[in-house]
Structures are given as structure tokens and as C-alpha cells.
């Protein structure tokens, strides 16, 4: 059965299995200590997982001043789960956490193959603006 769930603070195993999704989006760094990943999931506003037979396959989660502002961030799927709406579901889950907060501005960074998504769920490109970020 899957399930939309909220994480606060991760057990072992879910600390190891969100390691799992962002080592298969690429995003993984082998030096990382899992103790960065628990702390990214303990400082998110939100932080939500699509459990499907307790297995963690897609996650994602928000970032913000808990009062105005707010990031959707890393929204991953594994591979073999994409196409069944599951990011779509964990999004709508998101920005309603982020409307009943009260954010009034909500935007992310979109990879092109995921834009169509996040148009789909009302997201817009923000005509004038740049994305920008120190390098490494």
C-alpha cells in the first residue's frame, strides 16, 4: 500500500533509505555523512515520503521561514516508480502543508524534464528573474 508520510526526524532505517534516493538522483556525495542528510530533514519545514509496503521510493521537501517564503526541494522518485503520479501526489501534499502555514510566496528551481509537472500543479516560470548559487 503507499503512503504519503511526514518526517521530522528520521530513524536509521528511513536515514538510510533517503540516502538511497538522493544517491539515485545523483546527488549523493560518497563523502557525506549520513548525519548531514538527518539534519536536512530535521531544518525542512516539511519533509514528506511516499512509503509504498514501508520501503521510502520518493521524497521531497520544503524549506522556509515558517511565516511568508518557502522552497520545494529535492523532490525525488526512484527510477522504477516515475510515471505513477507519485511526485504529483507528493506535491499537491506539500504546497497544502505550505498553504495551511500560510506561505504566500512558494517557488523552486525546476529541472526542464520535471517542469511540466510543476506547471501541471500551477507552478509558473518567474519571467525576469535568474536562478543563481555560489559554485562548490
Do not use: C
Not at 520518493?58 to 527510477?79: E, H, K, T
Not at 511526485?87 to 504546497?95: D, E, G, N, V
Amino acid at each position: 500500500m503507499l503512503r504519503y508520510l511526514p518526517v521530522k526526524t528520521p530513524t536509521a532505517s528511513q536515514l538510510r533509505q533517503i540516502m538511497a534516493l538522493y544517491d539515485a538522483a545523483g546527488w549523493h556525495d560518497k563523502t557525506d555523512k549520513p548525519s548531514r542528510y538527518r539534519n536536512m530533514v530535521r531544518g525542512s519545514q516539511h519533509f514528506a515520503v511516499a512509503e509504498l509496503d514501508g520501503t521510502i521510493i520518493a521524497m521531497g521537501r520544503a524549506i522556509g521561514d515558517g511565516a511568508n517564503d518557502a522552497y520545494i526541494q529535492d523532490v525525488f522518485v526512484l527510477p522504477v516508480h516515475r510515471g505513477r503520479g507519485i511526485a504529483a501526489k507528493l506535491l499537491k501534499t506539500l504546497l497544502a502543508r505550505l498553504k495551511k502555514d500560510g506561505m504566500r510566496w512558494t517557488g523552486l528551481i525546476a529541472d526542464k524534464r520535471a517542469a511540466g509537472l510543476y506547471h501541471r500543479l500551477g507552478l509558473r516560470p518567474m519571467k525576469g528573474f535568474v536562478p543563481m548559487r555560489l559554485p562548490k
